[in-house]
């Protein structure tokens, strides 16, 4: 008679955790609290100012999202505007065309020049403002029409061209100053919103400067775009610098470094420093500064 022996499963080796590392905790960089006295160090301001702001803070609400700004942007100067996200950067480019009266709920103080003109002044129309300072958005946002009708249509609405002629003459020469002309010439009637990303973002430069403006508020143009296409559009600041004033928000401290001559480091709302760029991303005055470029926060 035999026997079944019953097979007890396998007992697993007992195996020690490790000891736990002991745990404290960091400061973090982003939250540390800039005092209520702060004065912006570096050069904020210009003798050539194109752009004069003095004091500005922004509300939504009871909430303050920008406080007592003073800086100037100089006549064909490119300036880059930098910070960890919600740091009130692009609060305060929209602000240069009156972009936030489109929010109820934001109120503007101080005061903000153009040519030593007060855009917030009453008397100020907001549609001949933004022909003189156009913006050109994070996401390219072409109309829902051809590539001709996207340049035309400012210098229509504005009454720029009476002419067929002549509004030939100024899609062709805005659509060149883009760089798109070569690649859309025997396409004009196609839609614009058919073009690629980077095409796209083109057209809408293309269709901003159509109405000649004097300023060109930039948020975040090449967030949307691959290595190429960004490459272009940078190229593209450069060239345009010559005949406008660019004001550009970018969250890549490269682009900053290789686009602009300025740079305006914000901090929670606060402008922290303003250098040339070159200075800043090497020598900042600013202990922020330097903690944001060399990547502590951001």
Known sequence: M????????PVSPKVSAPPMAPTFSIPEPAQMPVSADYK????????????????????????????????????????AMIGPSGCGKSTFLRCLNRMNDTIDICRVTGSIQLDGEEIYASKMDVVPL???????????????KSIYENVAYGPKIHGLASRRVDLDEIVETSLRRAGLWEEV??????????????????LCIARTIAVSPEVILMDEPCSALDPIATAKIEELIA????????????HSMQQAARVSHRTAYFHLGKLI????????????DHALTEAYITGRFG
């Open 2 to 9: 035999q026997q079944t022996l019953e097979q007890k499963p």
């Open 40 to 79: 912006t160090v570096g050069v904020p301001l210009v003798e050539n100012a194109k752009f004069a702001m003095r004091d500005v803070n922004v509300f939504y609400g009871e909430k303050q999202a920008v406080f007592n700004v003073n800086l100037d942007i100089g006549e064909n100067e490119v300036i």
């Open 130 to 144: 933004r022909a003189r300072v156009g913006m050109v958005f994070q996401k390219p946002n072409p109309f829902p």
């Open 185 to 202: 010439k025997d396409r004009l009637d196609a839609p614009g919103t058919g073009l690629s990303g980077g095409q796209q973002q083109r």
């Open 239 to 250: 060239e345009l610098s010559q005949n406008y004033t660019i004001a550009i928000v970018t």
């Open 273 to 284: 420093e303003v250098n040339d760029t070159q200075k800043v991303f090497t020598t900042p």
